[in-house]
C-alpha cells in the first residue's frame, strides 16, 4: 500500500482513538510508519533526501522506543504494509501532519495521566514526533529548493 493511504489510515484511526491505550498504540504505529517510510526515503527516495531520512528513521525508532509497543499481528501493522512511497511531497506534508497530530494526541494524554510512568512516557513521546516532524518539514525543504533549482536550469532567464 502506498504511503499516503496508510498515513490516512493512521490519522482516521488516531482521530478515532478512544481510551488511553488506544491512542497510545496509534501514536505508536505512527512512529513505526514514520520509521518504515524514513528507511525508504533513505534507500530509494531523492539522493537530497537521504541524510535526512536517515535522521527521521532514527527519531521515529526512539519514538517508537518510549513508547509500550503494542500487542499486534503483522497483518495490523501499518508499517509493515508499506509497498511504495508515491508523491515525495505528498508523502511527507501527510505524514507531516499525522505526526502533528500524534504530539497533540499525546499532550491530551500527558495532561490527564494519573501516574508519572504514563506521564513521561507522552512526553518523550512528544518530543520524539516533534523532532520527526522536523525532519519531515527540512525534507519538504530540500524538495522545494531542489525543485527551484531545477526550475531554474530550464529557464535560465528572469521573470
Do not use: N
Not at 488516531?14 to 528507511?39: F, K, N
Not at 525508504?40 to 525508532?61: D, I, K, N
Not at 502533528?100 to 494524554?109: D, K, S, T
Amino acid at each position: 500500500m502506498d504511503a499516503v493511504r496508510l498515513i490516512v489510515a493512521s490519522r482516521r484511526a488516531l482521530a478515532e482513538g478512544g481510551d488511553t491505550p488506544e491512542v497510545m498504540a496509534e501514536a505508536w504505529q505512527a512512529q513505526a510508519l514514520a520509521q518504515a517510510i524514513g528507511s525508504r526515503f533513505a534507500v530509494s527516495g531523492p539522493p537530497e533526501l537521504r541524510g535526512e531520512a536517515l535522521g527521521l528513521t532514527e527519531l521515529a525508532g526512539r519514538g517508537c522506543g518510549v513508547l509500550d509497543a503494542p500487542a499486534l499481528d503483522v497483518r495490523s501493522l501499518r508499517a509493515a504494509q508499506l509497498t511504495e512511497l508515491g508523491d515525495a511531497r505528498e508523502a511527507l506534508l501527510c505524514l507531516g501532519g499525522l505526526l502533528g497530530e500524534v504530539g497533540m494526541a499525546l499532550v491530551a494524554i500527558a495532561c490527564a495521566a494519573h501516574d508519572e510512568g504514563t506521564y513521561w512516557q507522552c512526553m518523550e513521546a512528544i518530543d520524539a514526533a516533534d523532532e520527526s516532524r522536523d525532519r519531515v518539514l527540512e525534507m519538504l525543504r530540500r524538495l522545494a529548493v531542489r525543485d527551484e533549482k531545477r526550475l531554474k536550469e530550464r529557464d535560465p532567464t528572469p521573470g
